[in-house]
T-cell receptor, first 115, second 113 residues
């Protein structure tokens, strides 16, 4: 158990819909990262938040957005869903920033299926 | 932008055989991290290498960081069925005032008992 929680575990929805994925980082971790993992694909970095502020952006579609709340939990919003958005979405957290990059602790993931 | 390439993509071995996965970066890395993802699981941090030429061991796993800090390898001696999973390397990339990890596509290891 990494200490990172994600809900829901599974999500099945239809094309065109909107969903929200939730992540709670490890206690004390200020950074939250979101990743997308498609079948046989690696981990595609989407976005990072640090203490409520967006810090880094990856290959995140305009239909996707995220935020980190004062209690440090984060939500990833996916809208106008397409079949290709079906994937595992992982959230990870890490300790307060330092150099070099700190290890990331991954949550169990949310499996999204778009029908 | 910075890319992290990993080979092979798949590796199938008999239990007891050795296994190696290689990671190459297009740019010099300040450090490299390795993660393991079991089937149906999430990535779990294994190790971080920082120094040029660094070698670290964890039981049957040996991690190396190249002298030029652009490549790395993970070697498993005498694989066991518990070694099954996908092994990812990841290197940091500075972006603005922060860092993000760039992951390789991973090497999926299967072990035949």
């Amino acid at each position: 158990d990494s200490g990172v929680t994600q809900t829901p575990k599974h999500l099945i929805t239809a094309t065109g819909q909107r969903v929200t994925l939730r992540c709670s980082p490890r206690s004390g971790d200020l950074s939250v990262y979101w990743y997308q993992q498609s079948l046989d694909q690696g981990l595609q970095f989407l976005i990072q938040y640090y203490n409520g502020e967006e810090r880094a952006k990856g290959n995140i579609l305009e239909r996707f957005s995220a935020q980190q709340f004062p209690d440090l939990h984060s939500e990833l919003n996916l809208s106008s869903l397409e079949l290709g958005d079906s994937a595992l979405y992982f959230c990870a957290s890490s300790a307060p920033e330092g150099w070099p990059a700190n290890e990331q602790f991954f949550g169990p993931g949310t499996r999204l299926t778009v029908l | 932008g910075q890319q992290v390439m990993q080979i092979p993509q798949y590796q199938h071995v008999q239990e007891g055989e050795d296994f190696t996965t290689y990671c190459n970066s297009s740019t010099t890395l300040s450090n490299i991290q390795w993660y393991k993802q079991r089937p149906g699981g999430h990535p779990v941090f294994l190790i971080q290498l920082v120094k040029s030429g660094e070698v670290k061991k964890q039981k049957r796993l040996t991690f190396q960081f190249g002298e030029a800090k652009k490549n790395s390898s993970l070697h498993i001696t005498a694989t066991q069925t518990t070694d099954v999973g996908t092994y990812f390397c990841a290197g940091p990339r500075r972006q603005g005032g922060s860092e993000k990890l760039v992951f390789g596509k991973g090497t999926k290891l299967t072990v035949n008992p």
